[in-house]
Nanobody, 114 residues
Framework: VQLVESGGGLVQAGGSLRLSCAAS????????MGWYRQAPGKQREFVAS???????NYADSVKGRFTISRDNGKTPVYLQMNSLKPEDTAVYYC?????????WGQGTQVTVSS
């Protein structure tokens, strides 16, 4: 599986962005897709995920502001980010999981100015 993220950029606090993650290759094996982020000097952290049956999960810090979704197929997966805060500034990574392996995308920068 290969993953390509897009949609990052610079936005003012309170604004919105939508990230996209396009998967290619053996997408039939994917059972879960997720978004993670890593701010400078911090560890990578979980943001949101969606499973094959459509179940979603969110980090407490983004609940009510971010929404993970996908079209009818397994790809692409989106992360709609509303009411952005400066503390949301990070490189956002897409991750796919199968029963035997996982794959990371290259990341996309999100910068929220105050």
């Amino acid at each position: 599986v290969q993953l390509v993220e897009s949609g990052g950029g610079l936005v003012q606090a309170g604004g919105s962005l939508r990230l996209s993650c396009a998967a290619s290759g053996s997408i039939f094996s994917i059972i879960r897709m997720g978004w993670y982020r890593q701010a400078p000097g911090k560890q990578r952290e979980f943001v949101a995920s969606i499973t094959d049956d459509g179940s979603t999960n969110y980090a407490d810090s983004v609940k009510g502001r971010f929404t993970i979704s996908r079209d009818n197929g397994k790809t692409p997966v989106y992360l709609q980010m509303n009411s952005l805060k400066p503390e949301d500034t990070a490189v956002y990574y897409c991750k796919s999981q199968s029963y035997s392996s996982s794959t990371w995308g290259q990341g996309t920068q999100v910068t929220v100015s105050s």
